[in-house]
């Protein structure tokens, strides 16, 4: 049967407009905020080309040669400092052997070595009291650690021949 | 379509947009951030670093005499003609003939004594020279200490001497003296 009544074009609710329109408003921002990120994503790179290009510029090879001069200068110092703690004075052995050998010992040979703290000396004395008081002088110093009395004769004359060893106090070379 | 389809159409390609799209370029970009952060830190750090040996450098320029010493005491080589023309010079000063220098072993310096380890790169080298002298002990009183205060540090190792024979002249002593040199 025909409908001879016409029909209202069926509108839409006003609920579905509003849907739409904020559904169109989302996506347009999805696709605006990918295009940002591309364009913050290539700036981003660039930016990161450039720093590394810059890091490459800094320590050019006239600042790595001002480099390898400081450094060198600065081990030298050290080295220099670290030989000057350790450089030793024999000079100040012979003050204090003359002020502590006995005037009537006369000493024929000297040994130094330093490395040892070691001085072997061979001498001659009068007699054995001299002798002795000679090694009670010796006794007596801080900087003589240890003595070695050997070899101990008579010679032609009757005087008293002798090898003394002393270990000394280190710190009569400083 | 109704509006309706369509919006729902829109909201699932604003998620496809987002999720497959967008988010993963975030990341992307969140990763070259902090490369970015990373790279200025470095690049700081270097400029910092080779500023400081800048200014290091001028003011070890202010120091330049202080330095020619050090370089004196301690050379890039042994310098040994150098080194015998000075002993020789310091022995006539003080007094004795210097008879005789003989270049002995080479080694390492260490704080405590030279060791005779082969050196390495950048390590103070040791040469150590036999001297045989001729004089009075007044005189090698004089030299020992002239060598103790000398530009060039030169270390005494060995102190050996006896007394004259009683056919030579009396206060004429023969010297032997082991000395240690350094440098680089």
Known sequence: ??????????????????????????????????????????????????????????????????????????????????????????????????????????????????EADFLKLSGQTLNFRTLGEQLEVLRSQRMIREIQLSDLSIGEGGQTEFNIGLTLNPEIFK | MSKIYLAIAFIVAALLVGGVLAWPKYQSL???????????????????????????????????????????????????????????NAASQAGLILEEVAVGSAGVFDQTQASAAKPAEGQIKTITLNLSLVGSYASLKSFISEIENSARIIEVRKIAFSSPEEDEEEDIFSFSIDVVTHNY
Do not use: C
């Open chain 1, 1 to 114: 049967m025909v409908d001879l009544i016409p029909k209202r074009a069926r509108k839409s609710l006003p609920f579905q407009s509003v849907f739409f329109y904020i559904a169109l408003a989302i996506l347009i921002l999805a696709a605006g905020a990918y295009a940002l990120l591309i364009y913050l994503e290539s700036q981003a790179s660039i930016n990161l080309q450039n720093l590394e290009g810059e890091i490459t510029r800094v320590g050019t090879p006239a600042e790595k040669q001002m480099e390898r001069s400081v450094f060198s200068t600065e081990r030298k110092i050290n080295d220099f400092a670290t030989i000057i703690e350790a450089h030793r004075r024999p000079s100040q052995l012979f003050p204090f052997l003359e002020s502590v050998i006995h005037p009537q010992v006369w000493m024929s040979d000297f040994e130094l070595t330093m």
């Open chain 2, 30 to 88: 969140s990763t070259l951030n902090e490369g970015i952060k990373a790279k200025e830190l470095e690049l700081q750090s270097k400029t910092d670093y080779f500023n400081h040996i800048r200014k290091v450098s001028e003011q070890l320029e202010e120091y330049q005499e202080s330095l020619s010493k050090i370089n004196s005491a301690l050379p890039d080589d042994a310098l040994l003609p150098s080194t015998f023309n000075y002993l020789q």
